[in-house]
């Protein structure tokens, strides 16, 4: 078992910055990959970066540039710097991590808000 636990949400202006967190704890030794994906009101969950364990990153074209996934393996934290955002960003954003075992595990999500 995995658990995650994200923080770093809150409230910021457009242009602003925030940097979000997840913790890993449990097996930590089968994650083979973190992300982080983002629900916005009315709409389904959307990838948003990934992070593997040789520490190649991708992510969602319009936040390219903008947001970068990072992780600190020696505390087992995950952070998405945010830079230059926009209202469109606003969502709940939730940590994922899935295992050499194929299983995917969830954190409880954590609330952004660009407000214009």
């Known amino acids: 078992q995995v658990q995650l636990v994200e923080s770093g949400g809150g409230l910021v202006q457009a242009g602003g910055s925030l940097r979000l967190s997840c913790a890993a704890s449990g097996s930590i030794f089968s994650i083979r990959d973190m992300g982080w994906y983002r629900q916005a009101p009315g709409k389904q969950r959307d990838f948003v970066a990934r992070?593997?364990?040789?520490?190649?990153?991708n992510y969602k074209d319009s936040v390219q540039g903008r947001f970068t996934i990072s992780r600190d393996n020696a505390k087992n934290i995950m952070y998405l710097q945010m830079n230059s955002l926009k209202p469109e960003d606003t969502a709940v954003y939730y940590c994922n991590a899935g295992t050499s075992q194929y299983v995917t595990y969830w954190g409880q999500g954590t609330q952004v808000t660009v407000s214009s």
């Open positions: 992070i593997t364990n040789d520490d190649t990153t």
